[in-house]
Nanobody
Framework: VQLQASGGGLVQPGGSLRLSCASS????????IGWFRQAPGKEREGVSCISSSGGTTYYADSVKGRFTISRDYAKNTVYLQMNSLKPEDTAVYYC????????????????WGQGTQVTVSS
């Protein structure tokens, strides 16, 4: 099982990026998908999660109102739309899957993508 996170890059403060989490040969339909981030010298933290049904979403307080998580079952992809980006959003972003309801605990996820770098800087 492999997840591929993509869409990171360099963006100015206030800008937007859309991250994608996809899997080939493995359906994400039955998994809750979480997005995590890890900045240099800091622990990995949960950013957002979407349930397998897509009906429930969670956001860390630091991103609430700015980030939106969604999933496209036809494309077998989960997205994280990030708006109004701030320098403190700079980190490597990872997606992960777990076959249980959403959790912010990284240790509770079964599969991980490789990470994509997001840098917010002027």
């Amino acid at each position: 099982v492999q997840l591929q996170a993509s869409g990171g890059g360099l963006v100015q403060p206030g800008g937007s990026l859309r991250l994608s989490c996809a899997s080939s040969g493995f359906t994400l339909d039955y998994y809750a998908i979480g997005w995590f981030r890890q900045a240099p010298g800091k622990e990995r933290e949960g950013v957002s999660c979407i349930s397998s049904s897509g009906g429930t979403t969670y956001y860390a307080d630091s991103v609430k109102g700015r980030f939106t998580i969604s999933r496209d079952y036809a494309k077998n992809t989960v997205y994280l739309q990030m708006n109004s980006l701030k320098p403190e959003d700079t980190a490597v972003y990872y997606c992960a899957a777990r076959s249980h309801p959403c959790s912010y605990g990284p240790d509770e996820y079964d599969y991980w993508g490789q990470g994509t770098q997001v840098t917010v800087s002027s």
